[in-house]
């Protein structure tokens, strides 16, 4: 996952993701370890109708041994950004992956004791007995436990003005429970909550129209919200270390479930579902602030209110 950093108190913020992937440029950008594969996307994506929803990429640069790739940091200007990551899609993991895992079908006492701490009664009565499950098996039950599989996108974590970060999502699974992490994320403030629904809009539109869209498997990568104490709030395509073109023949629609050997990601279906959340929480932020101005005046509408 992409993860954009900013300096406080000397130390990194990151939602999730590995540590050490990261770096500060001298020049205030964001260093991302290099993908060949996230790359070739940015590069595709700074002439394809997408590039103003993706941060800017400036090309390569080299430290020591390693190579990174050069990007636009997206908390630049930003006073206590909060910040929300989504991982998009209605799977998280590539049918390559899923292919190889079957082939192998080593069994992984490490992801046992993941579903266990999750869910103890996820696993079978034999993979109880054998302390382990395989790799295939639990990447497909990983993405039934939250929003993956029911809205086509999950929440990953949530950063707030004073630096707490929140990653307990996993039990996120309904569009009503989405909405109140929604008010959450926002503190109820409508400017906000338009502001993220009308670039999602607006996104939609790109998404449909763009070139490099139809032709890509979309998986693991994520939306990242951005908003702070002004108000300014702004939604980006980021991490592409798993997206990969479809054969030429090929062009995905992104809105339907998946089948194996369709390459369907879902990406749309989880877009629609925040869109909709969006609009639920503009609609309840509303009644509560039409409500807190009746209380204050005991009329519904007064100056400033209304």
């Known amino acids: 996952m992409m993860h954009w950093s900013l300096r406080r108190q000397s130390s990194w913020i990151q939602l999730a993701g590995h540590q050490g992937n990261f770096q500060l440029s001298d020049g205030g950008e964001v260093l991302k370890l290099y993908s060949e ?7 595709s994506l700074m002439r394809d109708q997408l590039k103003p929803f993706v941060p800017q990429y400036h090309g390569l640069v080299t430290r020591g041994e390693d190579r990174y790739i050069r ?11 909060v910040i929300m990551d989504c991982k998009m899609g209605v799977r998280t993991y590539q049918e390559e992956e899923l292919t ?4 192998k079908e080593v069994l992984r006492s490490d992801m046992y004791q993941k579903m266990v701490k999750i869910d103890p009664s996820a696993p079978s009565a034999e993979e ?3 302390k382990a499950v395989t790799k295939w098996r639990y ?5 039934t436990t939250s929003s993956t599989s029911t809205l086509g996108f999950r929440i990953e974590g949530i950063m707030m003005e004073d630096g707490s970060i929140q990653r307990d999502f996993g039990k ?17 403030q409508r400017d906000i909550l ?35 104490h002004s108000s300014k709030a702004n939604v980006w395509m980021i991490d592409f270390g798993k997206t990969t073109p479809v054969p030429n023949t090929s062009k995905l629609l992104h809105n339907i479930p998946w089948a194996e050997g369709s390459r369907e990601d879902g990406y749309l279906i989880g877009l629609t ?5 969006l609009s639920q929480a503009i609609n309840v932020a509303s009644w509560q602030q039409e409500d807190s101005c009746g209380e204050e005046t005991s009329v519904k509408y007064t100056e400033g209110c209304g």
């Open 128 to 130: 109880h007995a054998q």
């Open 172 to 188: 996120v699974r309904t569009s009503a429970q989405v909405t109140e992490a929604l008010l959450y994320f926002t503190r109820s």
């Open 37 to 43: 594969v996230e790359a070739k996307c940015l590069d």
């Open 71 to 81: 990007l636009e940091d997206l908390l630049s200007g930003l006073r206590k950004p």
């Open 273 to 277: 579902s925040l869109i909709t959340s």
């Open 194 to 228: 338009k502001a993220y629904h009308t670039r999602l809009l607006a996104l939609n539109d790109a998404l449909k129209n763009s070139q490099f869209f139809g032709t890509h498997e979309v998986i693991g990568s994520s939306l990242l919200f951005v908003h702070d």
């Open 139 to 143: 990447l497909q039950w990983r993405d």
């Open 100 to 103: 190889k895992a079957r082939v």
